[in-house]
């Protein structure tokens, strides 16, 4: 199909390398999306850890590369859920483009997002049933009517009432 040498390709560090792998990976890839989903994972990921080139240029990247290997919207909802999961821990990754961020990446950014503002309302949510309890406990309530009030096993109303013994 290509006069290109794929591997060749795939070890160059140059821009235009990787644009013509996301065609090369088009034409392969017309009706196998599964497929699809792999090598625009893996060229993302190249083309994100490349250094020494301007963010500029590798986002223009990215936006072509997300152009280009389009996905259906499940799998590209899962490329993003991968996605994040493979940059946990390179969050600069998202900060270097976060002005202006190509649509996978978008994706990713936005779903950390819900996953800290759900952690954030789990946490609350938690620490407010443990002020409950605690006030419960210094009313003097017993621990297995606190349990059932606040559908929680009496060993954690006990350990909370531990937690205040040891304060």
Known sequence: MSDFDEEALKKSPKLFSKALLASIYLNRTKNKMSLRT??????????????????????ALLYFIDYLLKLPKSMSEQLVKDIKDEIS?????????????????????????????????????????????????????EDEWIAEVAKLPVAKVQEIRKELKSC
């Open 38 to 59: 792999a090598y625009k994972r893996a060229l993302l990921r190249e083309v994100w850890l490349l250094n020494n080139i301007e963010r500029t240029e590798i986002r």
């Open 89 to 141: 821990g390179e969050e600069e990754i998202l900060n270097l483009y976060k002005e202006d961020l190509p649509p996978t990446l978008a994706g990713v950014l936005e779903l950390e997002r819900q996953e800290g503002f759900k952690q954030g309302i789990e946490q609350g949510i938690e620490q407010g049933i443990k002020q409950i309890i605690i006030g419960l406990i210094e009313k003097g309530a």
